[in-house]
């Protein structure tokens, strides 16, 4: 019953009160960029001053040791991330990849490709960091610990056999990775594409050898290793011996692709990768030969061979990996888009390419020799710009192989038409590497 007042119309209906709404606050989530900047900052601050609570004596010793065991995974969530901007261009131009690469319908995409480099970069920096940390406060074996814990997390979720964390992909990563180790079918586009991208983290290879070494022998967080000639020192035969295989693969690879089609230039492109071995091991014998002999003939022979496998790469990537008549047209997006404004159709991405392909060929030997390897900094941006070369290398080599497909009709087949790798040789003239 509603209260009747004085001034109430006798006549009018008692209608209810309106109903009065009911107001729900919305619960503010934290911003993602801003919590990820504040974990970075705290890193940062967190290894900075772990690292100034060591004598001056050992700070740079100590540095060198963390990113002994930490550079070769930073490198790798790096090269997650290009490789998720390759497949972001890929799906916003008219370029199919999943036909190129074989790929079915579930592939992951560039979003599913960029969170797992999101957490690959969020877990990298805190292990170093709780390394620098417990290190620094005298906890030794705890620090010790740290780099083995993430190795061999990395290693268990590469091969958990259950269908979680993208099985079909680490499936399709670990086939492709045994088919290169292993060259004994006939070799397809991803065979191929992979192994040249291997070939650009040889010295991630060689660091993980130099990790997984003093892991093994338990140096890590030790003095143990700062010998030279000792079995996990800057010495090691091993050194060589990681960084050249790589391009034994593809080396191997060319040679069965040889014998499936019988065509030269499959030849020419193996004496590529041959070229690379001398610059390798001649670089290594500095450490087992006279020192005069060492200067006056193969350190020549060192720079004779570095000369030639440079000029020799940067000349097939031009000519043979890369279609200069129809460049940039990768960039060519389905809708109108900043990236493909600045890059379709432009002229300087042609000199742009091809300078900065030709200058990083001639550093790419430094990261390849043992003997220039002693700053480690140094080292470690010469390994980032040859993976950068790598990265836009990618584009072009896609488009190349786009194009070829193209040129052959093979895009009018639908896709369930299209041959397996393990029904057809796919060592045609359309995939010449």
């Known amino acids: 019953m509603h209260s009747s007042s004085p001034f109430q119309n006798p ?6 009160d309106p109903p009065v709404p009911h107001i729900t606050r919305r619960r503010s989530t934290p911003n993602p960029v801003v919590l990820f900047l504040i974990w970075g900052f705290t890193c940062c601050k967190i290894g900075w001053d772990s690292v100034m609570r060591m004598s001056v004596d050992l ?4 540095l060198y040791e963390a990113f002994l065991y930490y550079n070769p995974l930073l490198l790798l969530t790096m090269m997650v991330w290009l490789w998720g901007v390759c497949l972001w261009v890929f799906s916003q131009s008219t370029v199919n990849y999943a036909k190129i690469f074989d790929l079915d319908q579930n592939h992951i995409t560039h979003r599913e490709i960029w969170k797992c480099s999101m957490w690959m970069t969020i877990i990298v920096p805190t292990s170093m960091t709780a390394y620098l940390y417990l290190y620094s406060h005298g906890e030794v074996s705890l620090a010790a610990s740290q780099p083995v814990i993430l190795y061999v997390a990395v290693a268990l979720v590469l091969v958990f056999p259950f269908d979680i964390f993208y099985l079909s992909s ?3 990563l670990l086939r492709t990775l045994w088919r290169i180790a ?8 991803p065979d191929f594409f992979l192994a040249d991208i291997l070939t650009s983290m040889a010295k991630v290879f060689s660091d993980l050898e130099r990790s997984a070494c003093r892991m093994v022998h338990r140096q890590v967080a030790t003095i143990a290793w700062f010998e030279a000639d000792s079995v996990c020192g800057s010495h090691s035969v091993a050194i060589p011996l990681v960084l050249v295989i790589p391009y034994i693969w593809r080396l191997m690879q060319c040679l069965r ?4 089609t019988k065509e030269k230039p499959t030849l020419f492109n193996a004496l590529k990768y041959s070229t690379a071995v001398p610059v390798i091991f001649l ?4 450490y087992h030969v006279l020192p005069d002999r060492w200067t006056y003939v193969y350190r020549r022979l060192w720079l004779f061979s570095s000369v030639v496998n440079s000029l020799y790469s940067f000349y097939w990537d031009v000519t043979r990996d890369w279609d200069l008549s129809v460049f940039t047209r990768i960039f060519k997006f389905n809708k109108p888009s900043v990236v493909s404004n600045l890059l379709y159709g432009r002229q300087w991405v042609y000199f742009w390419v091809i300078g900065s392909n030709l200058i990083l060929r001639c550093t790419w030997t430094y990261k390849l020799s043992a003997h220039l390897r002693h700053n480690y900094l140094t080292v470690f941006m010469v390994t980032t710009l040859e993976m950068l070369r790598r990265f836009q290398w990618i584009f072009f080599r896609v488009e190349n192989e786009w194009n070829k497909i193209t040129k052959s009709g093979f895009q009018q087949l639908p896709m369930v038409d299209i041959p397996r790798e393990d029904e057809e040789l796919l060592g045609s003239t359309n995939h010449n590497v």
């Open 182 to 189: 292993l060259p004994l079918q006939p070799i397809s586009f």
């Open 11 to 16: 006549y009018s209906l008692p209608f209810p």
């Open 170 to 172: 680490r499936y399709f």
């Open 59 to 62: 700070q740079d010793l100590f």
């Open 283 to 286: 670089s290594a014998l500095k």
């Open 257 to 260: 692709q040889y014998k499936d």
